[in-house]
């Protein structure tokens, strides 16, 4: 009996009205952990798993309850764009005095510009660098990391050859689809053409940056395993079962932490080794995760305040602080905390260099068939040309519906 | 209509009713839309939505993932269905038998998996087939095999979840299969004893054919129980991998609908299942028909 008031209170408040709700902020993970110490006392925060994350947002698009404000990854921003889920900030950057492209990463910032708009603002950055062993490359005679990729197939030769049979060059997980994607957008590869109408994956510099990812596999230099099957990486790490490991920011807190304090200067950091002849350091993916407007939300004005509060250089330093994760503007990495790490240093040098994946809300999709096909490729049941074939086939039927919606409205044009 | 009628559907309605909205509508709203190519984008615009016919279907028929998870559903009946029926038989037996003390802690501990969270489950099973520090690789290297990479390896994927779903689920049958042995009057047994009939004969004479109704009941359960398989995988081998080893028909279902969003694909998907589910459970019918007759 004692439930009922509570029920009706429950009862009342899904009566109110939605503009006297406090305004809803969706974080996904660890973000979502941290950030009600960010945000003001009256917003409610609300915090989703990653591997959720995708799904619930446009479930919840679907089903009208998106929030005000809300984290994404920034390669959801094509798709969420098109389907109407999130609203343009152009109008709103032109009025502010808080945020301004200038200060952001350029390929990071690209990746929120869709069709001309912007769409989100980034609110932390990630992208793939080379994680290694110091001593270990030392041993085998190299002072620094390998700059060029057939520097790098040396090096991982020589490790391979001190490694033994038990012991790895690099940790490559075959289901990870930024390496190789990495090595492609240095070599220049547009991965799709026509406007994102067609995949491009036969394409000679595609071709030839994926035999250089295979090769890594056919030589022995990294054993063919998905990340849920490579186990304590720390400890191998630290145990030199590998000696390289292409990762991103939050495994210089992870480092930190899990390896034995012996191990702490002899691991270091280096932006992508760039193709032969090509500037380094090489291109990587430009990752992240932006904020966005949602556009069912009443309270636009009042959100659009609260994502210029998160993108304040200040508030970009204690988010960094509070969860490791690298700010995306550029003054803030001014704090010593980011100027004095040399570790930290090398993402740094690499975000001058990110690009974009194709902005097509495809590309999720994309990613998964490419590491399917390429995962038989690696483990032999495929030719690379017969590999990048299937791909390419798969993606272009994929691709089937964007290129009927493209036609439709070119000719209504 | 007589009043009587009148009366029972009046008393019927609000339970048809629910059942109208909450289940034919959306069954024939999913039908339609396996007939439309609809998709993300037709979340923004439903005119972006096409009709496609049986493209769907045919696209299904085409598609290899669709095959390999037939495949693999189709395996994880014919192999999990009987396996799990066998134990569960077995175990019945066993704590049926009047040499067993302490029925109720086993029948507790048998059912106690099945009632148990499937996610909590999965993170101590993937610790069991961790591939260096697991338990039975500890037991495998103890006997001088080599280690074994259960939920990483394609060939042994799918054998892994398989083991996993039996022991999770066989304790439903357990419990069915022991009221069965149990409602059994022990004058049969009797009886079978003063002809000679040892353990075998009365098993095969007596015990099989009484349980046939219970065994029955159990087999169509797990087998339907099975078509439908979907947490196990989801969760052991984050969706169906490696190289869709453990992509079952509802994981494809589900991924094609909630994570790519393709929904009229993935209603395709549905229906093919549920046209399969009917007719293995037609068969089953027939089967206990014949087994009556």
Redesign the interface.
């Known amino acids: 009996v004692r439930r009922w008031p509570a029920l009706a209170l429950v009862l009342l408040a899904g009566c109110a009205k939605d503009g006297d709700r406090p305004l809803q902020f969706w974080g996904l993970g660890r973000e979502g952990e941290v950030v009600p110490e960010l945000l003001p006392a009256d917003v409610e925060s609300q915090q989703i798993p990653w591997t959720a994350a995708?799904?619930k947002i446009?479930?919840a698009?679907?089903g009208n309850s998106s929030p005000d404000i809300g984290q994404v990854g920034n390669t959801w921003i094509p798709?969420l764009s098109?389907?109407?889920a999130i609203e343009p900030l152009d109008g709103y950057l032109k009025e502010s005095k808080e945020v301004s492209a200038r200060d952001y990463f350029p390929g990071i910032w690209d990746t929120n510009v869709v069709g001309g708009h912007v769409w989100g603002i980034p609110w932390y950055v990630d992208t793939r660098i080379l994680f290694y062993r110091r001593d270990l490359l030392e041993e085998v005679g190299f002072k620094q990391a390998p700059r060029t990729w057939s520097e790098w197939m040396e090096v991982m030769r020589r490790l391979e050859e001190r490694a033994g049979p038990k012991g790895f060059a690099i940790l490559l997980p075959t289901?990870e689809w930024q390496p190789p994607i990495a090595m492609a957008l240095q070599k220049g590869a547009p991965l799709l053409r026509d406007g994102g109408r067609w995949a491009d994956f036969r394409e000679p510099r595609f071709k030839a940056a994926y035999e250089t990812y295979r090769e890594i596999y056919r030589r022995g230099f990294a054993s063919v395993?998905?990340n849920?099957?490579v186990?304590n990486l720390y400890q191998q790490f630290a145990q030199g079962t590998f000696a390289m490991y292409i990762t991103g920011p939050w495994n210089l807190g992870e480092m930190r932490n899990r390896l034995p304090p012996e191990m702490r200067d002899r691991w270091a950091t280096a932006p992508m080794p760039a193709p032969d002849g090509a500037p380094w350091p090489g291109a990587s993916v430009a990752g992240g995760a932006s904020l966005v407007l949602f556009r069912s939300s009443v309270r636009k004005a009042e959100a659009w305040k609260l994502i210029e509060h998160l993108s304040r250089p200040d508030q970009q330093v204690r988010f960094f602080q509070l969860t490791g994760d690298l700010p995306a503007r550029k003054s803030a990495w001014s704090t010593p905390e980011l100027a004095g790490d040399p570790q930290a240093r090398a993402f740094w040098q690499q975000l001058q260099n990110v690009l974009p994946t194709p902005k097509v809300?495809e590309w999720?999709?994309i990613a998964t068939l490419f590491f399917?096909h390429s995962?038989?490729a690696i483990?032999g049941r495929a030719t690379t040309d017969q590999a990048l074939a299937a791909l390419e086939r798969d993606v272009n039927r994929l691709l089937e519906?964007?290129r009927?919606?493209m036609d439709r409205k070119e000719k209504r044009e | 209509v007589t009043r009587e009628g009148r009366a029972a559907f009046i008393f019927l309605a609000p339970a048809l009713g629910a059942m109208l909205i909450f289940f034919f509508l959306p069954v024939a709203a999913a039908l339609l839309m396996s007939l439309t190519?609809f998709?993300?984008?037709a979340?923004?615009d439903p005119a972006?939505a096409?009709f496609v016919g049986l493209g769907n279907f045919a696209r299904l028929l085409r598609d290899p993932v669709f095959w390999k998870a037939l495949t693999n559903t189709t395996l994880f009946v014919v192999v999990c269905g009987p396996l799990t029926l066998l134990v569960a038989l077995g175990a019945a037996l066993l704590v049926n038998s009047k040499l067993t003390r302490f029925k109720g802690l086993f029948r507790t501990a048998y059912f106690a998996p099945v009632v148990t969270t499937l996610v909590a489950v999965a993170t101590v099973w993937r610790y069991l087939y961790?591939?260096?520090?697991g338990l039975l690789n500890r037991f495998l290297g103890a006997l001088g095999f080599a280690p074994i990479?259960w939920?990483?390896d394609p060939r042994w994927a799918l054998a892994s979840i398989i083991l996993l779903s039996i022991w999770k689920n066989f304790g439903y049958d357990v419990i069915v299969l022991v009221a069965g042995l149990n409602s059994i009057p022990e004058s049969l047994y009797e009886a079978a004893r003063l002809d000679g009939a040892g353990f075998r004969a009365q098993l095969r004479h007596v015990t099989l054919p009484m349980l046939l109704p219970s065994l029955f009941f159990c087999g169509v359960i797990t087998t339907i129980g099975y078509f439908q398989i979907f947490a196990e995988p989801y969760v052991m081998?984050?969706g169906g991998?490696?190289?869709?080893a453990t992509l079952t028909m509802v994981l494809l279902m589900y991924k094609q609908g909630?994570?790519?969003?393709s929904m009229g694909y993935a209603s395709a998907v549905a229906f093919v299942l549920c046209a399969v589910i009917l007719v293995v459970t037609a068969l089953f019918g027939r089967l206990q028909r014949r087994g009556e007759a």
Do not use: C, M
């Not at chain 2, 961790?130 to 520090?133: E, L, Q, V």
């Open positions: 995708h799904e446009l479930t698009f679907v798709e098109a389907i109407g289901d395993v998905p849920s099957q186990g809300p999720e999709q399917e995962e038989s483990r519906k964007r009927w919606l | 190519d998709d993300i984008y979340l923004a972006n096409r961790h591939p260096s520090f990479d939920l990483g081998t984050n991998g490696p190289l869709n909630f994570r790519w969003w």
